[in-house]
């Protein structure tokens, strides 16, 4: 069984800073790209940041500048550091990872933290 775990949400001031972080976790024999989602009220999930197994990065515009995707491929974790929050930041957050384990490559998701963005 393959799991992901995500850690590090909470509440922060505009202009503040957060650092999630995802473990993956189980019958785990490679990890292909690993990735951050956000979900905020009422919109659709979109793509954050992705970031290959070789460490190429791919951010949305909306957060070019201001979050960092980094991977540890030893500890099966991703992370994603984000500076400079806003309001519009606000959204539960997922880690997405592409995974081949005992049953085979498969897309595999986490079950969200919470970033909440207020003064």
């Known amino acids: 069984q393959v799991q992901l775990v995500e850690s590090g949400g909470g509440l922060v001031q505009p202009g503040g800073s957060l650092k999630l972080s995802c473990a993956a976790s189980?019958?785990?024999?490679?990890?292909?790209?690993m990735g951050w989602y956000r979900q905020a009220p009422g919109k659709e999930r979109e793509l954050v940041a992705t970031?290959?197994?070789?460490?190429?990065?791919n951010y949305a515009d909306s957060v070019k500048g201001r979050f960092t995707i980094s991977r540890d491929n030893a500890k099966k974790m991703v992370y994603l550091q984000m500076n400079s929050l806003k309001p519009e930041d606000t959204a539960v957050y997922y880690c997405?990872?592409?995974?081949?384990?005992?049953?085979?490559?498969?897309?595999?998701w986490g079950q969200g933290t919470q970033v909440t963005v207020s003064s």
């Open positions: 997405n990872a592409d995974i081949i384990g005992r049953i085979g490559r498969r897309g595999y």
């Open positions: 970031i290959t197994s070789g460490g190429s990065t």
């Open positions: 189980g019958s785990i024999f490679s990890i292909n790209d």
